[in-house]
Each structure stands twice: as C-alpha cells, then as structure tokens.
C-alpha cells in the first residue's frame, strides 16, 4: 500500500518564476493538506484540501495556491517565487480526524 | 502568538537509556496533540498521538503523557535504540478549528552505542 508520493522531489527555480509540486496522497484517503518545513524549523501549515475546495488555510500569501482532483491528488503552485520561498514542502493525506501522513517531501531552492 | 514549543534542541543518550522529550504548549483551547518524527531527508512519520480527555497514552515502546494544568507534553521512549535518533515534533490542534496542525521547532535526538 503506496504512502504519500511527492513529486519532484528536488527542484531549483529562479526568483520570480512559477512553480507547480504534485502530491498523491496515501490509499484511501480523502483529504490533503500542504506544509512548509524551512531548515531546522517545524513544518508550518499552508492549507488544506477537502472536496476539491480549500477547506482551510494559513498564513500564506495568495502567491501560494492549490488544487485537488477527483482522485484526491492535488497540486501546490507558488508564483513569483522570492529567495524565502525556498524550503522543504510536504504533503500529509488523511481521512476524517485521523492522523496525518506526510510524504517525504519536495525540496525547493529559489536562487 | 499561540504556538507549540520545546523545551530542549537537542538531547543525547547512550543505547537502552530512557528518553524523554518535552514540549509546551500555549493554546488551552487545543484538544489534540501528536508527536511526529523526521529523520534526515524523509517526511514526519507518526508516533503517537493523544487527545485532551486524556493524560496517557502508551504505544510500542513510548509513552505520551498530557499535563493540562501546566500545559506540558512529553514523549518517553523506552529502551532507545540507534534508529531513534531523529528530529522530534509535538504539535497541536483545536478541532473547532479545523485539523491543520501546528508544530513546534523540534528536538533532535542522538543515540549513542
């Protein structure tokens, strides 16, 4: 029974660009929630997905988007990436109030 | 702001010694509290989690214990082993507020042999 998958899992973008990381959550699960881990830092929440809708967010900026598919998958995208941006994001599936699996995440560095 | 913290960066041990990793939390309002584990260049793995109509909670091996009055949670490990040694996060979450999670800054444990 395949965990939470991320994809890429190394990326390096430049200031300003876009980008777009995938996440398939585990085998049964339903919902989707996306974090932001900066080095030697606890992961800090981005938002959540639930019925293809966010269902709650954090404090991010708008530059900070998401979407959910029918299968559950889901996207995050960031536009206008800033040096700060550059971090180690995760996804973590769930179902209900059950606790939450991250996968191994995917590691962003803007230069 | 209201956050979930540690008391200790880092904590060494030798192999069979007891662990024990503590955390505090600001929110009286949080109901549920979850310890997770990182290793190097992997995700947070779950450990063990507990809800705030309890004071214990024992899994294989660790113990999670809730002390509301004073706000306090610590994981115990017991008999710690080599592949213990990881980064440690508590983190908190008021289901009225939905079920993202808020996590501390960590503490790494280093198991010696």
């Known amino acids: 029974d395949a965990g939470v998958t991320q994809s890429p899992t190394h990326l390096i973008k430049t200031r300003g660009q876009q980008v777009t990381l995938r996440c398939s959550p585990k085998?049964?699960?339903?919902?989707v929630s996306w974090y932001q881990q900066a080095l030697g830092q606890g992961p800090q929440f981005i938002f959540q997905?639930?019925?293809?809708?966010?269902?709650q967010r954090g404090n991010f900026p708008d530059r900070f988007s998401g979407h959910q598919y029918p299968n559950y998958s889901s996207e995050l995208n960031v536009n206008a990436l800033l040096l700060g941006d550059s971090a180690l994001y995760l996804c973590?599936?769930?179902?209900?109030?059950?606790?939450?699996?991250f996968g191994n995440g995917t590691r962003l560095t803007v230069t | 702001g209201e956050s979930v913290g540690l008391h200790l960066p880092t904590l060494s041990v030798q192999e069979g010694d007891n662990s024990i990793i503590n955390c505090a939390y600001s929110?009286?309002?949080?109901?549920?509290f979850i310890w997770y584990k990182q290793e190097s260049g992997k995700g947070p793995q779950f450990i063990i989690d507990i809800r705030s109509n309890m004071d214990k909670r024992q899994g294989q091996r660790v113990t999670v214990l809730l002390n509301k009055t004073v706000k306090h949670l610590s994981l115990q490990i017991a008999a710690t082993q080599p592949g213990d040694s990881a980064v440690y996060f508590c983190?908190?979450?008021?289901?009225?507020?939905?079920?993202?999670?808020?996590f501390g800054k960590g503490t790494t444990l280093s198991v010696s042999s």
């Open positions: 973590a599936s769930s179902l209900g109030v059950s606790p939450l699996h």
């Open positions: 085998s049964g699960h339903d919902t």
């Open positions: 997905y639930y019925e293809e809708e966010e269902r």
């Open positions: 929110n009286s309002a949080s109901d549920y």
């Open positions: 983190a908190e979450n008021k289901f009225q507020a939905g079920t993202a999670l808020i």
